[in-house]
Nanobody, 126 residues
Framework: QVQLAESGGGSAQAGGSLRLSCVVSGYPYYNAACLGWFRQAPGKEREGVAAIYGGGGSTYYAETVKGRFTISQDNDKMTVYLQMDSLELEDTATYYC??????????????????WGQGTQVTVQA
């Protein structure tokens, strides 16, 4: 059974930092998977934030977070991270980790992903 478990959410002040982690289990082809971070604010659709392939290499970022957020992953730990710096009020949302088992032509689109974690809340305060 494929499971994705996010952690690291919480509260931070604007301009501060948080680091999210997502541990993947039960998926034997981690190195070939595309892993993404998405977020959903109340009343809004889920949107792609950043993505990376399990074997490393190419990364993808939404324009709204480019230069502030960094996605990385650890093959041995089957874990993907999202380092969030220079947080803004607009970053407040529930953050989800997703796994795409096939080639993700559009890595920041939710429709590319087959498995999801339960989400972790991030709240940025003024």
């Amino acid at each position: 059974q494929v499971q994705l478990a996010e952690s690291g959410g919480g509260s931070a002040q604007a301009g501060g930092s948080l680091r999210l982690s997502c541990v993947v289990s039960g998926y034997p082809y981690y190195n070939a998977a595309c892993l993404g971070w998405f977020r959903q604010a109340p009343g809004k659709e889920r949107e792609g934030v950043a993505a990376i392939y399990g074997g490393g290499g190419s990364t993808y970022y939404a324009e709204t977070v480019k230069g502030r957020f960094t996605i990385s992953q650890d093959n041995d730990k089957m874990t993907v991270y999202l380092q969030m710096d220079s947080l803004e009020l607009e970053d407040t949302a529930t953050y989800y980790c997703g796994l795409s088992s096939g080639y993700a032509r559009w890595p920041l689109r939710t429709t590319e992903y087959d498995y999801w974690g339960q989400g972790t809340q991030v709240t940025v305060q003024a």
